[in-house]
């Protein structure tokens, strides 16, 4: 890490389509700009920083009690491999003890949740419906 940096982390604060944006735009992901601050709004998310930017974040739906899961975990390419991708994901497990935590893993990644003491489970399934 640069001496000129400095990494801070936050929850559910005040965040801009065009931060988010610009972070998932920095990892090739594409969301509509109209429905992405609402998502995270009605998500419990953490964010990190370096001064006033933002350069990562993670984001996880939870019923409190029982069951959560993971989304959106990303950190800028200018800021992988430092573990902040890590502290993001301590930062959801600390906030949901007590519950089962899920996520589906992307090609290449799984390495990383199992850092973050994810095991892997192949009994999962998803489907996505379309809107008419
Ligand atoms: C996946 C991602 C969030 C990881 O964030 P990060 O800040 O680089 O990860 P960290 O530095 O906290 O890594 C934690 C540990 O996992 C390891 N790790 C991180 N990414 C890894 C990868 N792709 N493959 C193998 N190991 C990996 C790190 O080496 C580190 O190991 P250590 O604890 O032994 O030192 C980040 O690479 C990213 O944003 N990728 C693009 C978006 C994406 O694919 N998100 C996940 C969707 S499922």
Redesign the pocket.
Known sequence: MSKNENITYKKNNPITAGELISVFS????NKQSKNIVPAFQNSYYVT?YNDNDLI?F?RAISDGYYYTNIF??????A???????????RMLREKFKGTYLF??????????????GFENNDKSMWIHIYRS
């Open positions: 920095s990892v090739g992901w990190a990562g993670a959106d975990v990303i950190v800028k390419p800021y992988q491999k430092r573990g902040i991708g890590k502290e993001m994901m996520l589906t893993y992307t090609k290449g990644n799984m390495e990383f949740y199992k850092k973050c």
